[in-house]
Nanobody
Framework: QVQLVESGGGSVQAGGSLRLSCESS????????MGWFRQAPGKEREFVAA????????SYAGSVEGRFTISRDNAKNTVFLEMNSLKPEDTAVYYC????????????????WGQGTQVTVSS
């Protein structure tokens, strides 16, 4: 079974930081652009960030740009999301995603989804 497994979520106070990890069991991890989406309670899923297969080139939602950083380590089959200066509105379940095509990643037409990890930011 192909899996994307997120970890690193938890509860943090506003202004704090968290680092999410997503480890892939895809046989060819480097063949996929990777990204993160999030979904708050009662809200639609929204795009957060994406990164190219080789890690050169990335994109961010305007709401997180300057605060979040996406990176990847293909030798470890892992993509990361470092989140700084967290705000209560960042509270959501964060999902890792894989897609063969980087372009228009934000549309959400991905090939594989992770199970999600909860991030809760208190004021």
């Amino acid at each position: 079974q192909v899996q994307l497994v997120e970890s690193g979520g938890g509860s943090v106070q506003a202004g704090g930081s968290l680092r999410l990890s997503c480890e892939s069991s895809l046989p060819t991890f480097s063949a996929y652009a990777m990204g993160w989406f999030r979904q708050a309670p009662g809200k639609e899923r929204e795009f957060v960030a994406a990164i190219r297969r080789r890690g050169v080139g990335s994109s961010y939602a305007g709401s997180v740009e300057g605060r979040f950083t996406i990176s990847r380590d293909n030798a470890k089959n892992t993509v990361f999301l470092e989140m700084n200066s967290l705000k209560p509105e960042d509270t959501a379940v964060y999902y890792c995603a894989a897609r063969t095509i980087y372009s228009n990643f934000e549309l959400g037409h991905v090939d594989y989804w992770g199970q999600g990890t909860q991030v809760t930011v208190s004021s």
